[in-house]
């Protein structure tokens, strides 16, 4: 399984765009990167996927580039309640029955100032 | 819709005692995860099932911990003998289990404190 590496922490103010980087030096061909966000007594929470260059959705970007060894989340104009630990992930994925086995690493703790 | 369930949501035991852990997935989701959760770390992998077998149990840390899903729905992680080092909070998931990249939905969690 390929590790992960990220920062253990960010402060960021309300509004301003955040970006967490993640490498993943030794992430294999059929590894995608997914990044998770989790609050305080709750479960993780799917924020967004993807394989390569560049991939959007509501709630963030996750732009990969072309050697794949690396990856940034970028969160648009955060608010408080992005407040969250964010775990970068990467996963052998087995198409036959989609299970794809993933490992947490401590993840990026992300503090929003007021 | 219904997400993934967990009870109870807290347990308080005594060393040597056995618990059972439960997980509701969503309903038709056919993949379900467990995982351990110690403070200020990221979620450990235990086990992993497709349907009602266990595909891959590699994370689990001993034979004290068991898990089961004989009807591909609710499972059940069994720790034996506990002891304090089994406190931590214990996860459960569920995906599709289709073809694809899947999306692991996450329960609340069960805390464990074993005194």
């Known amino acids: 399984l390929a590790k992960t590496t990220q920062p253990i922490s960010m402060d960021s103010y309300e509004g301003q765009e955040v970006n967490i980087t993640c490498s993943h030096n030794n992430i294999a061909t059929n590894d995608y990167i997914t990044w998770y966000q989790q609050f305080p007594s709750q479960g993780p929470r799917f924020i967004i996927q993807g394989y390569k260059t560049k991939v959007t959705n509501e709630v963030a970007s996750l732009f990969i580039p072309a050697d794949r060894k690396s990856s940034t989340l970028s969160l648009p104009r955060v608010s408080l309640s992005d407040t969250a630990v964010y775990y970068c992930l990467v996963g052998d994925l087995l198409y036959s029955g989609g299970y794809q086995k993933v490992t947490f690493g401590t993840g990026t703790k992300l503090q929003v100032i007021p | 819709g219904a997400g993934v369930s967990q009870t109870p949501s807290n347990k308080v035991t005594e060393k040597g005692k056995y618990v059972e852990l439960r997980c509701d997935p969503i309903?038709?989701?056919?993949?379900l995860y467990w995982y351990r959760q110690s403070l200020g770390q990221g979620p450990e992998f235990l086990i992993y099932?497709?349907?009602?077998?266990?595909?891959?149990d590699s994370g689990l840390p001993n034979d004290r911990f068991f898990a089961v899903r004989p009807e591909g729905s609710v499972s059940t992680l069994k720790i034996q003998r506990t002891e304090r080092g089994d406190s931590a909070v214990y996860l459960c998931?569920?995906?599709?289990?289709?073809?694809?990249?899947?999306?692991?939905?996450f329960g609340p969690g069960t805390r464990l404190t074993v005194l």
């Open positions: 099932f497709q349907g009602t077998g266990a595909a891959d």
């Open positions: 998931a569920s995906s599709l289990g289709a073809g694809g990249p899947n999306e692991q939905f």
């Open positions: 309903s038709g989701h056919t993949a």
